[in-house]
């Protein structure tokens, strides 16, 4: 590599160092960068060290302009694009790689799977489909995601295709496990909660709680975090574990060996096939029991996990959902919401109009969903719809969702389109929200819970697979079977229903907020039946 090159990648490196990003881009823009391939992937990987993927996609940007017919380029782009929220520019240079290569699997994987994250649900699962034949490990597994947000999936697709992924990709490796509990009375049992999400999302709404209540007369807990993140609700596990483990950037066999040297009674794995798991290392045993539950939200269909957890709202015994484990239903139901340690008044903010709204993912806005509740606008004149989702930052992605409600009708000035929020501005949103509208079949959890926490009413339908039941458990917990649906049409009419009773529904948003905590914020009687289901389980 030239010296002028070596020395312009050093001054890069200081600019960076120093905290000074844009200054860093100036020099990396130069020529002598852009058109050396071998230069352009230093520099980049320099941008990426210190975690500025902006930057490293707009020096992408510049290639891939100046060097159009550059497929490493394209395909670069593509992903960057993606990674950053920004689905719409990245089908764009995924489509301009997939014509430079035509061959090629990558480009038309992100392509299909960023179709599916602005919401065009049909059509990117259709592209995903085609992608399927021989496909390797990777693009299998962004499949078992992807496929839970399909309006046609039934429980034996999903179930077929779980199955066959686990016999296809998860292979034996390492050496047996053989290992026993040990049942001495006087000895604590070691339970082991495994995550690459020990931060604010999912797993802080509903661990924190019931980890808090257990008996450490009885249990000794050791989280063990699959990633470095930091923030103020991985701090709050910290706190609550007996012992803190971080195990990131560990190869399968290390991984294997530093989680069974832990000598774990029992597993909880909290992710199972969801993004940045290693569930490849829990096939293979890590501990003598384990157990599936939280964060993920069907079968493994791995032979060595033990339990399932769910309950009998969710998984009910005449389901047709099916499970490899064995489904273990707590009395006190599988999700305990722990609300937020800081959360606003659940009092009405608003201006008086009625207002629906949905903060979950455009994933779940298939094009059912978009047409139900472009029909509930229409049928409650004078209301808004407000959306929320980190996509919604990306000015195409917010054109493209209006785009879709004006194909039924519905004016832009109806629709609030917002991007990433922080958890405290998201719940402050909710004080102006009446109804919460749960898209389906891909129901919500914690958006749900978040939404009834704050006040505002909710409108469910419910469906066969357990990602579809997942909000009409938690109001048929609450006592409020009359805001679930049994179909679209049906789905319709009850959220009209529920908007001509707005006044009254307003003034007892308080009350609300009481009956969530009663009722589904109950960590000590979970407590009590996690600790009653794992001792069943060890015998």
Not at 76 to 93: C, E, N, R, T, Y
Not at 111 to 140: I, K, N, P, Q
Not at 191 to 216: K, N, Q, Y
Not at 341 to 368: C, T
Request: aromatic share 8%.
């Amino acid at each position: 590599m030239e010296r002028s090159i070596i020395e312009r990648l050093a001054l890069v490196r200081a600019h960076l160092q120093a905290g000074r990003v844009d200054a860093a881009l100036d020099a990396a823009r130069h020529a002598s960068i852009v058109d050396s391939a071998p230069a352009l992937g230093a520099t980049l990987h320099e941008f990426a060290a210190f975690h500025a993927f902006a930057a490293q996609a707009t020096l992408l940007h510049e290639r891939a302009t100046r060097h159009p017919d550059d497929y490493e380029a394209a395909l670069a782009l593509s992903s960057a694009l993606h990674g950053l929220g920004q689905p719409g520019d990245a089908v764009l240079w995924a489509e301009r790689a997939h014509a430079l290569r035509p061959h090629e699997r990558l480009p038309r994987e992100i392509r299909a799977t960023a179709l599916v994250d602005r919401g065009d649900v049909e059509r990117g699962l259709a592209l995903f489909a085609e992608l399927l034949h021989d496909a390797d490990a990777a693009t299998a597994a962004r499949y078992l995601v992807l496929m839970h947000y399909d309006p046609a999936a039934t429980n034996d697709a999903l179930f077929a295709s779980l199955h066959a992924f686990a016999q296809t990709h998860l292979p034996r490796f390492g050496a047996p496990f053989t290992r026993s509990i040990d049942r001495n009375a006087r000895r604590r049992l070691r339970i082991g909660w495994l995550s690459p999400r020990f931060a604010e999302g999912p797993v802080a709404s509903f661990l924190p709680g019931v980890l808090e209540a257990f008996d450490r007369t009885r249990h000794r807990h050791l989280l063990i975090s699959l990633q470095p993140s930091r923030d103020e609700a991985t701090a709050r596990f910290e706190a609550l574990a007996d012992e803190w483990i971080v195990l990131s950037g560990l190869d399968d066999a290390a991984l294997l060996q530093r989680l069974r040297a832990l000598e774990l009674d029992v597993l909880v794995d909290l992710a199972g096939h969801s993004t940045a798991n290693r569930i490849g290392v829990v096939a293979q045993r890590i501990a003598p029991r384990q157990v599936s539950w939280l964060d993920w939200f069907d079968t493994t269909a791995v032979p060595t996990m033990d339990a399932w957890i769910g309950d009998a709202w969710l998984t009910p015994e005449d389901s047709t959902q099916r499970y490899t484990e064995r489904v273990v239903r707590l009395p006190s139901g599988r999700f305990c919401y722990s609300p937020p340690l800081e959360a606003p008044p659940a009092s009405y903010a608003g201006d008086g109009a009625i207002v629906f709204a949905s903060f979950n993912r455009l994933a779940k806005l298939n094009a059912e969903v978009v047409a139900a509740w472009a029909s509930i606008l229409r049928r409650v004149p004078g209301s808004r719809l407000e959306l929320g989702a980190r996509l919604l930052g990306d000015e195409a992605t917010r054109d493209y969702t209006r785009e879709r409600f004006a194909a039924h009708g519905i004016e832009p000035d109806r629709l609030g389109l917002n991007g990433q929020r922080t958890y405290a501005e998201l719940l402050a949103a909710y004080r102006s929200v009446d109804i919460a509208l749960d898209p389906f079949p891909f129901s919500g959890c914690t958006t749900t819970c978040d939404a009834l926490y704050m006040g505002a009413a909710l409108v469910a339908r419910t469906g066969e697979t357990f990602v579809s039941r997942q909000s009409a458990s938690l109001l048929q917990r609450l006592g409020r079977e009359e805001w679930i649906a049994r179909d679209t049409a049906d789905y319709v009419e009850r959220a009209v229903a529920v908007a001509a009773e707005v006044e009254s529904l307003r003034a007892v948003r308080e009350t609300q907020r009481r009956d969530v905590v009663a009722r589904l914020c109950d960590a000590s009687a979970q407590a009590r039946d996690f600790a009653a289901a794992l001792e069943a389980l060890i015998g």
